[in-house]
């Protein structure tokens, strides 16, 4: 018994340590993203500037030019790490990312109809990406439902509407007018290019009611990771949290993707990358979280600051390129593993 409490105080003060130092690290990236751009700004000018004792110069640059991008990649990072952490946990299944089971496939599909079916654009395309987030997550459980879900199922179901969301994407984008399918692909591929306070804004309000809300119900998943029949015999009500959940991380992916369009890996890396960090053999909802706000602000640095003079990346093309050789790493690693 007692080396079970040493084994579980071990796991939680190695949890709070890496835990704070995400934290300072993602601090220390958002101040240098605010520091670092064509007229640079030194991080005390910055952090006074943050606290309305800046100049007139800096308070433009920071506070107009600067803040808002910065603060779309953490709170996107944020939403997107915890999401991909929701599914991943819930479902017991490394490859339940949002961005594999269709959640970010359904968001991309309403914002491209938005652009080249309607025409319309500003504040209404993040809306329509946040609802064709939720009603594809509701159509994938609806069809994954025999009495009950399981991740198996869910996962092969997810699969299918992503395939169904991309082909209906690709054929929107052939009948459309040029200028607009690249005003559309530039969307799908990811970018804080565009994102202003209206973006941050909206985005805030819905985080601060779901992360809380995720964090509180995720306590439940030590539980549900048990199976269903021991979880049940401990109290627990199975579908109801699960479908609580489920809905917790479609909404934190759709409010993600709708500020920032379905930028790839975030989501489906944040978790095994927080949990090789914390050695628990599962991921932190607050590592998973924290991991995704870094990767989302390192990867926006290096989009905006790779290339020189005035063109820039989409951020998707920085995390695509980085993600992809990491998961094959994640799975060569885990044959490897599996074979000795």
């Known amino acids: 018994m007692s080396a079970v409490v040493t084994v579980q105080r071990r796991t939680a003060r190695r949890t709070a340590i890496v835990t704070a130092v995400l934290a300072v690290a993602v601090l220390a990236v958002f101040l240098l993203a605010l520091s670092i751009g064509d007229f640079p700004i030194a991080v005390p000018d910055v952090v006074r500037t943050l606290f309305g004792g800046g100049t007139v110069r800096d308070d433009y640059i920071v506070l107009r030019l600067r803040l ?7 709170l996107v990072g944020l939403a997107f790490g915890l999401s991909g952490a929701l599914f991943q946990r819930l479902l017991r299944n490394p490859l339940a990312s949002p961005d594999v089971i269709g959640v970010t496939a359904g968001s991309s599909l309403a914002a491209v109809l938005c652009l080249v079916t309607f025409g319309v654009t500003g504040v209404i395309v993040p809306a329509a990406a946040l609802a064709g987030g939720l009603l594809t997550s509701v159509v994938i459980y609806v069809l994954a439902w025999r009495r009950g879900v399981t991740g198996h199922r869910l996962v092969l179901v997810g699969i299918g509407i992503a395939a169904l969301a991309a ?3 690709s054929y929107f984008l052939t009948r459309s007018d040029v200028r607009i399918a690249t005003q559309a692909l530039v969307w799908i591929t990811g970018s804080f290019a565009r994102v202003g306070w ?25 539980v549900l990771q048990l199976g269903d029949d021991a979880a049940m015999a401990l109290g627990v009500r199975v579908e ?11 909404a934190l992916c759709g409010v993600a993707t709708s500020v920032g369009g379905p930028i ?5 890396l944040s978790g095994p990358i927080a949990t090789r960090i914390l050695r628990t053999g599962r991921p932190g909802l607050a590592s998973s979280a924290l991991v995704g706000a870094l990767i989302t602000l390192l990867a926006d640095f290096a989009a905006q600051h790779l290339l020189s003079g005035t063109h820039q990346l989409p951020v998707g093309v920085v995390t695509g390129a980085v993600g992809a050789p990491y998961l094959l790493y994640l799975l060569a690693t885990a044959n490897r593993g599996a074979r000795t």
């Open 240 to 250: 109801r949290v699960r479908l609580g959940l489920l809905a917790l991380a479609a």
């Open 167 to 169: 082909s209906a994407m």
């Open 68 to 74: 808002p991008r910065a603060l779309a990649g953490l």
């Open 198 to 222: 209206a973006e941050v804004r909206m985005a805030g309000v819905f985080l601060v009611v779901l992360v809380p809300a995720a964090v509180l119900l995720g306590r439940t998943l030590s």
């Open 264 to 268: 790839a890996f975030v989501a489906f």
